[in-house]
């Protein structure tokens, strides 16, 4: 298993511009999750969902779109980059019942400029 | 909703040392409180955790106690390493949640 993939691993965007942050996970998982870290402030809560076609907004999810067509891929999109959003955006995933462990991927430092 | 203060912000001892690192949190509903080291480049990975019906859990050198009616959990590692040279997160997730919440983080730094 691969686990959780997130691509790309650095991005730079100008004030404006759109983007699409992918995440996809290979263990079934129904649980997704966005998160960014800022330093001193933690993991922050972007949106998650508990399954294919459902999802739900988190702390921050201002600025921030997402959907789940797939069990399989979160996708989180930038509507229109804000310096604001210069954060390291981690993806995470795990499974309904049992063990409530998350799984995160690697993470995508942006950078909007 | 949940809110959970983790201290300290950064600590560092010596290896051999032992490290404390403590968590509250607000809502009295939750209980499940894992742990999360998040070495350098990386995301974080679950190193330990706790569920409401047990005081302490022990993993080799890592262990972690909690106290329902003050509200507060810890992270006890003994005899530190280099390696275990990280960011350190402690999370507390009530029983209707989906998702955990998580403390601000502690960068545990440990010197040879």
């Known amino acids: 298993n691969a686990g959780v993939t997130q691509t790309p691993k650095f991005q730079v965007l100008k004030t404006g511009q759109s983007m699409t942050l992918q995440c996809a996970q290979d263990m079934n998982h129904e649980y997704m999750s966005w998160y960014r870290q800022d330093p001193g402030m933690g993991l922050r809560l972007i949106h998650y969902?508990?399954?294919?076609?459902?999802?739900d907004q988190g702390e921050v999810p201002n600025g921030y779109n997402v959907s789940r067509s797939t069990t399989e891929d979160f996708p989180l999109r930038l509507l229109s980059a804000a310096p604001s959003q210069t954060s390291v955006y981690f993806c995470a995933s795990r499974l309904t019942g049992g063990s409530y462990e998350q799984y995160f991927g690697p993470g995508t430092r942006l950078t909007v400029t | 909703g949940e809110n959970v203060e983790q201290h300290p912000s950064t600590l560092s001892v010596q290896e051999g040392d032992s490290a404390v690192i403590k968590c509250t949190y607000s809502?009295?509903?939750?209980?499940?409180f894992p742990w999360y080291k998040q070495e350098l480049g990386k995301g974080p990975q679950l190193i330990i955790d706790i569920r409401s019906n047990v005081g302490e859990k022990k993993d080799q050198r890592i262990a972690v106690t909690l106290n329902k009616t003050a509200k507060h959990f810890s992270l006890h590692i003994t005899e530190t390493q280099p390696e275990d040279s990280a960011v350190y997160f402690c999370a507390a997730k009530a029983g209707g949640s989906y998702i955990p919440t998580f403390g601000r983080g502690t960068s545990l730094i440990v010197h040879p």
């Open positions: 969902s508990v399954g294919a076609g459902i999802t």
């Open positions: 809502d009295s509903a939750s209980n499940y």
